[in-house]
């Protein structure tokens, strides 16, 4: 099997990189994307972490999902297994077997522009998938990302690539199994949605404190194209989610969903740009977020509007509750737009948990721990409602749930 | 039933009960009167726990002092605060905080807790009385209610709890006539030989609905006047200019 490297035109896009990445190094405080990231730590003290090379690794099947589902089981970065029940409809391969079947038309899948990790996972990504969805899915797709312990004290590079043709329609799930520690994983998706296509994509971020985690996705939307987001993050640290969203044509929708609960020492970054560049196009944001301890979250959200994108539509609504003194929640919406025929509104609020409605509940006889339970599960389900699977909906809801008892 | 002795109240320097006295018994209807800023909300807020407050005297309620116990334990001892301005709670949905409270003052007075069965056909049956759709059952609390169904929802939680004692605090307000006569009927359905009221009102209209046993007149952080379901009328002819001069 050819490897990354034996690609030409994969070799001169890997070398740009490392070039960009040489130039810049590793982001400090001092860049402004990434003043409130707790990355920069780990990467600053972590520098020298050895690339880790995949093989074939154990799977973990105590996580799977007892409903019915289209299974994909990586493991470091690796496709291992996949189990679909619906085989015509999608294609999976190894990024490199994508890469030599379109060697072509790649630069797209390595712009960098001024990010250093995404230029680093650029250079030194050595595994990763390519996902093709051809058709409507009946079934949702779980894609189960499990890092065990081979991987302690080294760093990753995974880039995929999803592909979803035009008029499919398709829910991915992503769930993620971390056995390791001390780990530096940087994950980097393309996503490309198609003319009348829809994806709703999914993320389960929960348990992991022992890791550096960068995720970054970019998502390039069609005409009358969906992308629909929920990422349910609880017991997680130093883990930064960002996505760049392109509505490149009119009518492009996407729906980005957000709820964190975190306590003690864990920390969560958000960071979400969304470009408006055709017309007619809308973007919707919410995020709710409680924040309790010494722990930390950050939201930087950028509406951009091009000057040909009339009739943008760009929602952002963005709330956290802190439940102790000592907790942060940084904020930062940002809207920057060219043209005149638009609407766009973003809010931001920061509170203590209200006094008021947890009287109304014990006044009801309802204890305090309790009736703090409720407005907490209740402030963040007003998120999970919007949620447009039923299933995926009931599922979050029940995690809330059990995350709170 | 109830039996408040010298209770005052303040917040910060400035006192807003001041030597309250009243005294409740068992089955009776007493209503408190009085013009705004008499301390009429404050007084409900106290009797049901709300922090905030520094708090001397006595409460005693069915022979306890409950001066220091917290707003869910009087709840479940039998209190019940119906508010005036019901607060609207997002994605805390009606028959979830219907049951959660419900069943923390049955298992505080040792009755056995209700399943979903169970529970859905006694809300169910109580909303009907009150003409509650179910849709509104289905909604979070309060959210996107108008006045009325709020209120309504208010009387539709006291006859599930059950209480020993129930304070309506303006609960005539934001009604419109037919409102007001479908809670007050909800309200009449709940008095028995067992169960005290204490309905604080500006205004005579409710109390043609529900007649008191006794109406007390509140200026200033006291009770300045006492009397019978009569009194109530009078005060609406005279308003309460007599009773703030003489103080």
Redesign the interface.
Known sequence: MNTITDIKEVNELRTLSLNLFNKHGYPTKKDEDWKQSSLNNFLQNNKQLEIYKTSNETINEKVFENFKHNKIIIVNGLVQKTDFIEKDKLIITSIDEYYKKNNKHLSKLFSNKKNQLVAANNALANTGFYLEIKENLDLPIIIYHQYNSKIDQKQLHQKNYILINKNSKVSIFEKFLNENNNTFISINTNIDVELNSRIKNYILNSNNTENCIYRFKKVNIAKSANYESFIFSNIIKTIRDEVEINLNESLAECYLYYTQFLKNNEDHEIKVKINHLAENTQSYQFSKSIIDGTAKGVYQGKIFVDQIAQKTNGYQLIKSVLLSDQCTFHSKPELEIYADDVKCSHGSSSTSLNKDELFYLMARGIPEVQAKRLIVQGFLSEVIEKISDENFKNYFLKKTEEMLS | MLSIEKLNVSVGDKKILKDFNLKIGKGEVHAIMGPNGSGKSTLSYVL?????YEVDGKIMFKNENIVDL???E???KGI??A?QY??E?????MN??LK??LN??RK?KGQKEVDVVEFLSLVKQHAKKLGIKDEQLGR??NVGFSGGEKKRNEVL?MSL?EPDLAILDETDSGLDIDALKIVADGVNALRSPNRSFLIITHYQRLLDYIKPDFVHVMVNGSIVKTGCSKLAQELDKIGYKEFQKAI
Do not use: H, M, W
Request: glycine content about 10%; cysteine-free; overall charge negative.
């Open positions: 049901a726990g709300k922090d905030g917290e707003a869910d009087r709840a479940q019940f605060l508010f019901p607060i709670i997002p994605g805390v949905f979830n905080f959660t409270s923390a003052v505080a979070a609390l939680q709890l």
